[in-house]
């Protein structure tokens, strides 16, 4: 059982070792902190009744210095760590109450296998005090301003530059004492538009058409048209799938938090808006508030799976109030770090037990936007026009039926005097909750306004107590601990967009209300974000290297001025990213070779200052996809239920294969797919010998191959059969050498007694470099 409480709250790092989006940071608040509150500071905290052992976990020092048993903890020794030994209940059994889950150990021994990285080092006021935070100087913050054109010098002034965007790049380079490189091959470019674009190569006959026309706008007449695809859509949808961290199941799987069967309709979803060019910032409204917009029609509920199809964490009713209610706060947590990490490039889930360390976010403005996710409760709704009334039983008997089966059996194990009476009153409910009309309705993963409490009033089984029709303000939760309430926070947006304006959210759970506030407050914010991810999907690299975090410790801008002028003009043109695909890769910038220049090298290693395109290697979906394409077995079919990619029948685009947080495909692991169980600002692309072998040995490549080498097995001569396949899969005719060295390799295998010589040169081909990078 995979145990992960998703709990992003105190980043409070060395910000001179530790930027705060590290690897090491994020391990620790999401995988270790949390156990530690949860299930060590009772007995190992400085607000213990009775401390136990003289240990405090609760501090880096007290951690490391340990209690009567000696230090807990020997950062890169985990086996020889007292902590980890305890939690193995190989000496001391801790935490007593039961052994935590082999999952939950293996991040222990991760943690402090890698140096027990703790950013506990501050101390911390019980009472966070938000009026430390100075809001006059915070909001001078470059991210927070508004997005501004500049005039720069005339394109005929600088004759490389085709577009504005040109003139920023040309400007930073000559600074620099670097220069642009020469224009990319129109061979290189077809290929180049087409993968980002759509995901998928052209064909030989595409590209020939492509380089042979004489027509000045050809270019431009291709990036229409790639963007009129279908296929443009199921790419890019893929891109936001990542920031949304869909997914069509939980990280674990049980009574309490089935998986989402209708959860591919969020992705189909938003597949559509995108090839429809719905403009960003009502895509944004549709996804928090779509069922609260004055032209709401039913079919657009699938877009409220953004916050719907958000991973949820197991709530066994037998566990008490305390354990449940920080499951669901854990719930709400994610809800906040994925909207505002997503949407504003902000980290608010670091304010969950205190005042941001580094940004103007305070602990009240945490559980301001908090109690809008405690107030907003994921079910399936239903896709036909049905009275409130109804819709509101339907929706209460499909999740309260389960909870109901779950109860009666549990009860019954073993039954105590009370219970029977018990179980009667619960399948009294039952049955008159099964007779529930329209229970087989077609159904969509959303959201509906009810707020959450738990109920811990029964002494066998801990209830969630939603209340529809009601919202929920949360308090603060006083270093993050649920049974230590303080204050209630009214839900509202972050101050530091308010101007002094304190607006409460008042209608229902406040779900359009903080979509306006993020569009209309952070609009300018909300710009940026999303044009430095674009710019970053194209380049290989954002203008902000950080995507998700514009804040104190996020990078900076390479290219300010150019970020600012191209977010204005994106406003400008209604939020259009089929407009902000155009001005991107109409430039010269865009349209540069990839060609190696050693002194540039030296000068900008990273490619910083875009004096090259940056060449790339597909990404997993793009890669399968292509493999599909060029062996001619891919179904183009849109849209549907997902198949599992493992299928020997499934050859759809990857975008439909099933994402799963509780069983992640191997070969989806292998390539670099993100975790969905969280918010993925890019992807890290690996490059291991298990990659390589599966190119080497798997049946799919392998299918590939003698589905590739069908095609030529008539050709009369190896010649013929050499340039068809360099057609077919990488696009272009052999040059001489490659030829040669074509013939040489059929030659050595036919000589070898290969019993399929076109088998294995085909896999070969479909193996190189050449087809697995774009330049």
């Known amino acids: 059982m995979r145990w992960v409480l998703g709990v992003a709250v105190v980043c409070m790092g060395n910000a001179v070792l530790f930027a705060q989006d590290s690897e090491e940071e994020i391990f620790f608040e999401k995988k270790i902190r949390p156990i530690l509150v949860d299930h060590c500071y009772k007995c190992h905290s400085k607000d213990s009744k009775s401390l136990k052992g003289g240990l405090l976990l609760d501090s880096r020092q007290g951690l490391r210095k340990g209690g009567d048993s000696g230090p807990a903890l020997l950062p890169g020794n985990a086996d020889g760590s007292l902590l980890l030994e305890a939690l193995r209940y190989q000496s001391l059994e801790m935490p007593p109450s039961g052994k935590l889950p082999e999952s939950v150990i293996g991040d222990f021994k991760v943690w402090i296998t890698r140096g ?82 759509t995901g998928l190569p052209p064909s030989f006959q595409q590209t020939e058409s492509f380089v042979n026309s004489k027509d000045p706008d050809a270019y431009e007449i291709l990036i229409d048209r790639l963007l009129a695809s279908s296929h443009y859509g199921e790419r890019w949808g893929r891109h936001w799938l990542d920031v949304a961290r869909w997914a069509e199941d939980n990280p674990t799987v049980e009574a309490t938090n089935p998986p ?86 902000l980290t608010v889930g670091c304010a969950r037990c205190h005042d941001h360390k580094f940004d103007p976010i305070s602990v009240q403005d945490y559980y301001a936007l908090a109690g809008v996710f405690s107030s907003s409760w994921e079910v399936n709704r239903p896709l036909v026009d049905m009275a409130q009334d109804e819709e509101e039983r339907l929706i209460w008997a499909q999740d309260r039926i389960p909870r109901l089966k779950l109860a009666i059996d549990l009860l019954g194990l073993p039954a105590t005097p009370s219970t029977p009476e018990q179980i009667d009153a619960l399948k009294r409910e039952l049955e008159s909750l099964e007779k529930t009309p329209h229970l087989d309705a077609p159904m969509a993963r959303a959201v509906y306004d009810a707020g959450i409490w738990i109920d811990g009033s029964d002494p066998d089984f801990t209830w969630m107590d939603i209340r529809i029709g009601e919202a929920r303000d949360l308090p603060i939760f006083i270093r993050g601990n649920v049974s230590n309430p303080g204050e209630i926070v009214p839900r509202r947006f972050l101050s530091v967009f308010s101007e002094g304006d304190d607006q409460k959210f008042d209608r229902g759970a406040g779900r359009l209300e903080l979509a306006n506030s993020i569009l209309e407050k952070a609009g300018a914010l909300v710009a940026r974000v999303i044009v430095n991810r674009v710019w970053g999907w194209h380049f290989g ?13 996020g990078e900076k801008p390479t290219h300010p001025e150019l970020l600012d002028d191209l977010s204005a003009r994106f406003v400008e043109n209604r939020w259009s990213l089929k407009w902000l695909h155009r001005e991107i890769m109409l430039s010269s910038a865009y349209q540069q070779s990839s060609s190696y220049h050693e002194t540039a090298v030296a000068i900008d290693p990273d490619n910083k200052w875009l004096w090259r395109m940056t060449p790339r290697r597909l990404d997993f979906e793009s890669w399968r996809d292509a493999l599909l394409v060029v062996t001619d077995s891919l179904d183009t079919t849109l849209g549907g239920p997902s198949l599992e990619l ?119 081909l479909l193996g190189t470099n050449a087809f697995i990078f774009v330049e």
């Open 116 to 197: 027990a990285y703790d950013p506990r080092d501050v101390k911390l006021d019980k009472n966070s005090d938000a009026k430390t935070i100075n809001w006059s100087e915070s909001k001078k913050w470059w991210a927070f301003q508004p997005v501004q054109r500049y005039s720069v010098a005339k394109k005929s002034d600088i004759p490389w530059a085709k577009k504005k965007t040109d003139v920023f790049i040309f400007r930073k380079l000559q600074s620099k004492g670097l220069r642009p490189s020469i224009p990319a091959t129109r061979r290189t470019l077809i290929r180049r538009a087409s993968f980002d674009l």
């Open 541 to 553: 690299n954002p203008l902000v290297r950080t995507p998700s975090n514009f804040g104190v410790q």
């Open 646 to 764: 493992d299928m020997e029948d499934n050859f759809r685009r990857t975008v439909y294969a099933k994402v799963s947080r509780s069983q992640v495909n191997p070969l989806m692991r292998m390539y670099d797919f993100p975790d969905a169980t969280e918010h993925s600002p890019s992807r890290e692309i690996t490059t291991t010998p298990l990659q390589q072998l599966f190119v080497l040995n798997s049946q799919f490549m392998v299918d590939r191959a003698e589905e590739l080498a069908e095609s030529v097995r008539s050709m009369k001569d190896s010649q013929t059969a050499i340039e068809f396949l360099f057609r077919k899969v990488l696009g272009i005719s052999p040059d001489e050498n490659q030829r040669e060295l074509s013939q040489s390799f059929v030659q050595e295998l036919n000589q070898s007694g290969t019993e399929d010589v076109w088998s294995v040169y085909c896999q070969a």
């Open 260 to 345: 989402y069967p209708d959860s591919w309709k969020y992705r189909d979803w938003v597949i559509q808006a995108i090839n429809d060019d719905v403009p960003y910032d009502q895509f944004i409204r549709m996804q928090l508030a779509a069922d609260l917009l004055p032209d709401f029609d039913r079919k657009d509920l699938p877009a409220l799976g953004y916050i719907g199809t958000g991973p949820v964490y197991h709530k066994d009713p037998r566990l008490s109030r305390h354990v449940i209610e920080t499951f669901a706060s854990d719930d709400w947590d994610e809800r906040v770090d994925a909207v505002s990490r997503g949407l504003l490039g």
